[in-house]
């Protein structure tokens, strides 16, 4: 069993009209969404044997707070520079290339494409994911490769704004 976290980064800042969108900082809800949802993720009993982020600031540091609250090591945080921009299909490729000997794996990435992701591996309508949020899809295979669209099952669903004293 293979088990993939998709995470959407944190909520991010436009008020520096100057930085390009590689470059753009969390805000201060992202600051606070980003450990509070590592926390969460933290209650559903899961540790990771990998987490991969795309290396966009917003999404890095998105990852890095959240390993945080996992006690999983930020300097073991794998950046990909395929995730920014990436497609499903670029997605795929990367969820493909993850060695085997890790079972539970988080990619850190972007919207469009990060829910669309989430959405084809499940087999769901598309529903896009708020920023922050974490979708646990469990597969029944033993190698990465063997993922495709309509082969895993949504495990967990949570998402700041879906918390009670968050909305």
């Not at 390009?20 to 926390?39: E, I, T, V």
Request: hydrophobic share 35%.
């Amino acid at each position: 069993m293979q088990r993939l976290y998709l995470i959407r980064h944190a909520k991010s800042s436009w008020k520096q009209g100057n930085l390009s969108d590689f470059d753009r900082p969390l805000n201060d809800r992202g600051q606070h969404d980003a450990p509070l949802m590592g926390k969460i993720i933290a209650q559903h009993g899961v540790t990771l044997d990998r987490l991969i982020a795309s290396p966009a600031l917003r999404a890095i540091t998105t990852a890095r707070l959240i390993a945080e609250s996992l006690n999983y090591p930020p300097a073991d945080i794998q950046e990909d520079a395929n995730i920014y921009g990436a497609d499903t299909a670029q997605l795929l490729n990367t969820i493909h290339s993850i060695d085997d000997q890790y079972q539970h794996v988080a990619l850190v990435g972007h919207n469009p494409f990060i829910s669309a992701t989430a959405n084809a591996l499940c087999g769901q309508p598309n529903e896009e994911m708020p920023t922050c949020a974490v979708i646990a899809i469990e597969f029944n295979c033993t190698s990465w490769s063997e993922i495709a669209p309509g082969t895993g099952t949504c495990v967990f669903y949570e998402y700041p704004k879906k918390l009670p004293n968050e909305k």
